[in-house]
Structure formats: C-alpha cells, structure tokens
C-alpha cells in the first residue's frame, strides 16, 4: 500500500487496524479532537488504545519508559 492510499481512509480506520494486528506491539496515542495541526494552546485530550498484546500494566510502563525518554532528549 502506497501513502496515497492511506488518505482515503478515516484515522480510527487506521487505528482500528493497527490494534487488530497481532503483529503490533505498543499503543496507540490519539488526540481526542482529532487535531488538524500541530500547534496548540492550553489542555488537550488524549486517548490511549493498546491490544491483547499488553495488559493495561504492561503499556503503563511502556509509556513511562517514553515519557523518560523524551524528557530526556529536551
């Protein structure tokens, strides 16, 4: 699948698709908004999906251990 063909589908398609792929290890962080730049101001929402892969404290960590990380990188 080329990127082009990416751009006819709707992102929670996408997301959906990921998360059933049994290949697919990791979580998912969307804006809830779904926002259409990367610039903003204030407080935004987030959802984070994971699959049967991770058990909730299993991506817990995962997520902290990239949260350090990028913390670190500042």
């Known amino acids: 699948m080329n990127p082009r063909e990416l ?26 908004d779904e926002a259409k730049n990367r610039h903003w101001d204030g407080e935004r929402l987030f959802a984070v999906r994971h699959n049967a892969n991770l058990d909730t404290e299993e991506a817990g960590r995962l997520l902290d251990v990239v949260s350090q990380y990028i913390a670190s990188r500042e």
Do not use: P, S
């Open 7 to 32: 751009e006819l589908f709707a992102t929670q398609d996408l997301v959906d698709e990921l998360l059933r792929r049994t290949t697919f290890q990791g979580v998912v962080v969307q804006a809830v």
